[in-house]
């Protein structure tokens, strides 16, 4: 899994520094949506902290997950 910032160019999402394959699905959240949701002051205190540790790199590559969960017999 990775943690992508892109940007809207004539309706297409742009990413930078980052490559995906061909046919890759991704799932996009965005800021400023006219839906909202609501979060308790924890929820979004719990968000607002996992985002910030993403954005500084601090975060479980998928390979690490993997290699860390139990061996499936």
Same mark, same amino acid.
């Given at each position: ?14 990413? @930078?520094?980052?490559? *995906? ?11 400023? !949506?006219? +839906?909202?949701? #609501? =979060?308790?002051?924890?929820? @979004?205190?719990?968000? *607002? ?11 479980? !590559?998928? +390979?690490?997950? #993997? =290699? ?6």
């Amino acid at each position: 899994m990775q943690v992508a910032t892109g940007t809207v160019v004539n309706g297409k999402i742009v990413l @930078e520094g980052v490559s *995906l394959t061909e046919g890759a699905v991704v799932t996009v959240v965005t800021r400023g !949506s006219d +839906e909202s949701f #609501l =979060l308790t002051e924890a929820q @979004e205190n719990e968000l *607002l902290a996992a985002m910030t540790e993403i954005e500084r790199g601090d975060y479980v !590559s998928l +390979e690490e997950l #993997l =290699l860390s969960l139990p061996a499936h017999n």
